[in-house]
């Protein structure tokens, strides 16, 4: 299995929506026996929580399914995921401070794997509202991602 972990800060609005768009794309290229993913947040505030309303109303409106509660990220998540994908740099600086070791997981942004973005950051929609634009953001990284995969695993 190829494991894949969103993370952001409070694991409510951006992680759980690139968790649920990055599952259809996966099952709709038919490698949800090869690539498994998951969600986590940097802090713990909303820990058992169901996803923002903003982005359930985007992803319905999307027709992309969600079913995520938010949970904290954890020292094993550095060695149980191989990707380990965040929204922004202090979600990246947040997952690096929880060893001193280097992490198992290839810790990167999501639009790092867009190549030609030019801000490499999501921005944060619990504090600009722009759950439209974050929605944009996430499939093209997240479609960039699944090919980066596909591509190293010859999948
Ligand atoms: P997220 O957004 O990191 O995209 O889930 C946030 C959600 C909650 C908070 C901050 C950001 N909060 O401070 O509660």
């Not at 599952?23 to 969600?39: H, N, P, T």
């Not at 929880?98 to 504090?127: C, F, G, I, T, W």
Request: proline residues 5%.
């Amino acid at each position: 299995m190829i494991r894949v972990l969103f993370v952001c800060l409070g694991n409510i609005c951006r992680s759980p929506m690139a968790e649920a768009v990055f599952l259809q794309m996966v099952r709709e290229a038919k490698l949800d026996d090869r690539i498994e993913v998951d969600s986590a947040g940097t802090g713990d505030w909303h820990v058992g929580n169901v996803p923002h309303k903003g982005t359930l109303a985007v992803l319905k409106k999307n027709g992309v399914p969600v079913d995520s509660r938010a949970r904290q990220v954890k020292l094993a998540d550095l060695t149980a995921f191989d990707f380990i994908v965040t929204m922004d740099e202090r979600n990246s600086r947040d997952v690096l401070e929880l060893s001193r070791e280097a992490p198992r997981a290839q810790v990167a942004r999501l639009l790092d794997y867009v190549p030609d973005a030019v801000e490499k950051n999501v921005p944060d929609p619990y504090y600009t509202g722009d759950f439209d634009g974050v929605y944009q953001l996430v499939r093209v990284g997240c479609t960039r991602l699944l090919e980066h995969i596909r591509q190293s695993f010859d999948i």
